[in-house]
């Protein structure tokens, strides 16, 4: 069965404070892996898809990577508004409907 | 504002009601799905329509759960005879389905409580 596992579940960093989230995943014929943000109480905001290995994407103090089995979220010099969780998903041919399947996401805080 | 809207954002019903929620998607989008969502877990698939056609269901869907998509534009989600256990967030997203991978984009979604 396909799995997606989020690591860690919870980061604590300071203002400027770089780090990185992972997302690993067992699927066979990934078509994409999608990075979302989701704040408290609202529904996910796409950040990013990906789709081979070796692949890289930014979006200001974002930058997502990905191998063949894992992928990462790097975040450079957080700032509070930073602070969301994080969710990761990936889409695969399972049964021929490619419905994504998301992990349990990584809660990120940013403190000032 | 050409995002997905959905519609109530907050419910509190009390056991044994019924309850229904709609979901409007991005206009162009051809896929509906539906999600439900509980504290610290990511969005658990429930259905998903392409045009107006359900073309999957989750096994872990109970019959008391039904959706549908008449027109293959907006969506409704209901849940009969509620229990606490529906108690989560109900997330509904559309995509296209050209290209390699279908970017899913998700209303703000239904805050369900049931009492």
């Known amino acids: 069965e396909d799995q997606v596992t989020q690591s860690p579940e919870a980061l604590r960093l300071q203002e400027g404070e770089s780090s990185s989230l992972n997302c690993s995943y067992t699927v066979s014929g990934l078509r994409g892996l999608f990075w979302y943000r989701q704040d408290p109480g609202k529904g996910p905001e796409f950040l990013f898809t990906?789709?081979?290995a070796g692949e890289e994407k930014e979006k200001e103090r974002l930058k997502a990577t990905l191998t063949k089995k894992e992928s990462f979220l790097h975040i450079t010099a957080p700032k509070p508004e930073d602070s969301a969780t994080y969710l990761c998903a990936v889409q695969a041919p399972a049964g021929g409907s490619y419905i994504p399947t998301f992990g349990r996401g990584t809660s990120l805080i940013v403190h000032p | 504002d050409t995002g997905v809207s959905q519609d109530p954002r907050h419910k509190i019903t009390k056991r044994g009601q019924n309850v229904t929620f709609r979901c409007d998607p991005i206009s162009e989008h051809n896929r509906l799905y539906w999600y439900r969502q509980t504290l610290g877990q990511g969005p658990e698939f429930l259905t998903y329509f392409q045009n107006e056609a359900q073309l999957e269901k989750s096994r872990l869907l109970s019959d008391r759960f039904s959706a549908e998509r008449p027109k293959g534009s907006f969506s409704t989600l209901e849940i009969q005879r509620t229990e606490q256990g529906d108690s989560a967030m109900y997330l509904c997203?559309?995509?296209?389905?050209?290209?390699?991978?279908?970017?899913?984009?998700f209303g703000p979604g239904t805050r369900l409580t049931v009492t």
């Open positions: 997203a559309s995509s296209l389905t050209d290209g390699l991978a279908y970017e899913q984009y």
């Open positions: 990906l789709y081979s």
